[in-house]
């Protein structure tokens, strides 16, 4: 059987941008993965045990140059195993490419795969080219790597909700309300940021004089003055995680928190 390790990625790949859950695609290839290749001219049989062997779901179909011309897969043999079946042939005398190949869909090493690929139509990508294949992307390995990434924003979704569960458990509804009226409000980092922008229009020496340049960063500062402002809390999804820390530790002018 003729196969082919993964390729290993060189260091003039530069990643412009800091690697994400979309990747780029290499970045995305499970560490440890050994692409498995099949020779067009290979019988089926042997595809079929290589698959059910190594656990892939396909595999890249190369000539006799090693370049990739499709894809074999238990989908793609499906489509004439019935008739194969019916014409009694034995499959080991049926070479892989005559069966019906998938197109091979590729990506390229550094693109990212929520720009390049669209995954609502496929369950895998191949990571390189026709001529220099790095890696098999599965729809799982997308999923794995969202997962890691996603994981710490749901440890804090639970832990906000966890916090207004206790709460409303402590305080009644009558006292929710005084506790909202007598929160402090902290300048929003949106003011902050305004205030910054215009200290570079005004003063003796600003440090932008050019007009153009000074009417966008003006308009900027509007911008974020009026997202500044403070809406009134009516409610615990209105909290900042600074005011949860107030209401749990301390209550300047309403009482004692929930940890005295």
Known sequence: MTS????????????????????PARILLPEDQQVETIRDTESTSAALERMADTGYSQLPVVNSSNKV???FSWQSFGKRMSEIYSLKIDISKVAVKDTDLAKAQFIAPDKYIDTGTDWSEIDYVLVGDENSLLGVLSIADVLGRLNDFAEAFVLIYEIEHEVRDLITDVYQENELSRIFEGLSNPESPEASAAENLKTLLQGETPAITDKKIGKTIQ??????????????ITDLKDFTFAQYREVCFALDGVGCGIVC
């Open 4 to 23: 082919s390790g993964i390729a290993k990625s060189t260091e003039s790949n530069v990643v412009n941008k800091r690697p994400g859950p979309f990747g």
């Open 69 to 71: 011309i499709g894809v």
């Open 219 to 232: 308009y900027a500062a509007d911008l974020l003055q009026r997202a500044s402002r403070v809406r009134p």
